[in-house]
Nanobody, 119 residues
Framework: QVQLVESGGGLVQPGGSLRLSCAASGSISRIAVMDWYRQTPGKERELVATICSDGRTNYADSVKGRFTISMDNAKNTVYLQMNSLKPEDTAVYYC?????????????WGQGNQVTVSS
């Protein structure tokens, strides 16, 4: 019943910006952690950013200073603001969330968003 729906991906020129959104819906009691991952063919999945419900954040070194993760608790939505984008940021971006549902903690994934950085 719980679903994570992503939006905001697309094509952008180097140096540009995009904001990804990931909205959770369903029988949600609490969200503890939300993450953004990215994956490109032939490479390992990379954890890009993490945010906890208390506001603490962590970033991969490759995006630190350029990307910002945030959470809107009222909307059960996590955002990834991506600035100063580089071609190497091109990937499919996935959100995940650790959610309390019907008394159990479960991990859910979004469907993925293609981000392409090219001139």
């Amino acid at each position: 019943q719980v679903q994570l729906v992503e939006s905001g991906g697309g094509l952008v020129q180097p140096g540009g910006s995009l904001r990804l959104s990931c909205a959770a819906s369903g029988s949600i009691s609490r969200i503890a952690v939300m993450d953004w991952y990215r994956q490109t063919p032939g490479k390992e999945r990379e954890l890009v950013a993490t945010i906890c419900s208390d506001g603490r954040t962590n970033y991969a070194d490759s995006v630190k200073g350029r990307f910002t993760i945030s959470m809107d608790n009222a909307k059960n939505t996590v955002y990834l603001q991506m600035n100063s984008l580089k071609p190497e940021d091109t990937a499919v971006y996935y959100c995940d969330a650790n959610i309390l549902v019907r008394g159990r903690w479960r991990l859910y994934w979004g469907q993925g968003n293609q981000v392409t950085v090219s001139s």
